[in-house]
């Protein structure tokens, strides 16, 4: 009869994770990260039920929950890994990572029937992520736009004029057809549409070419 009641109570727990992994996975959703509602909240309920075998399986032998428990960090930390790419010279997916790190602490603490810690631990890493979402935190992004046009009398003030920049990067001089024609890269805080670049290939006309580069 004890068994089945501290059975049931592991169902609560798990339960529990459910819900709190939920909530973790919902907050990464609307920012529309690799990982969701449906990682995190198995990811949850996995590390409560492995914590809560390695507590109540092994006869309450402390070093073999020991040993489970520290398998779950490790196991984790391969598959926060695994979301972990690095494209064009920058590293995405090491905030997911973290926070699916983080969400199995919050498993553990479940499983381990520290459910304030495991409520506490969730509202402060949601609220820290929406914290840090907000602008006041987070870096100026920059876009990188390749532009090439005549040079006229005025023509660099009213580049960086319009794209609100202050120096060329990658300048290259060239001579074509009897002209000076300039070569750049400008790296921008502004971000141009290609109707936007249009209207403003159309509206210069020492302006010759005008694109996009920066990462997607």
Known sequence: MDKLYNELW?????????????????????????AGVRTH???????????AVSKYAFGGQTADAARVAAQIVSGVGFLGAGMIVYRQHNVHGLTTAAGVWATA????????????????????????????HLKLFQSRKYYSVNIKFRQTEHANEKIKEIFSVTRFNHLVIN?????TVYSATLNTAQEFSSA???KILNENEFIISVERCDAS
Do not use: N, P, W
């Open 10 to 34: 592991i169902l609560v727990d798990l339960a529990l994770a459910a819900v709190l992994g939920f909530l973790i996975g919902f907050e990464r959703k609307i920012r529309y990260k690799e």
């Open 105 to 132: 602490g919050i498993g553990m603490a479940c499983g381990g029937r520290l459910y304030i810690a495991a409520a506490g631990g969730t509202l402060i890493l949601v609220g820290v992520q929406c914290l840090l």
């Open 175 to 179: 001579r074509e057809a009897g002209e």
């Open 41 to 51: 909240t198995i990811v949850c309920i996995g590390s409560a039920l492995m914590m």
């Open 196 to 198: 936007a670049l249009e």
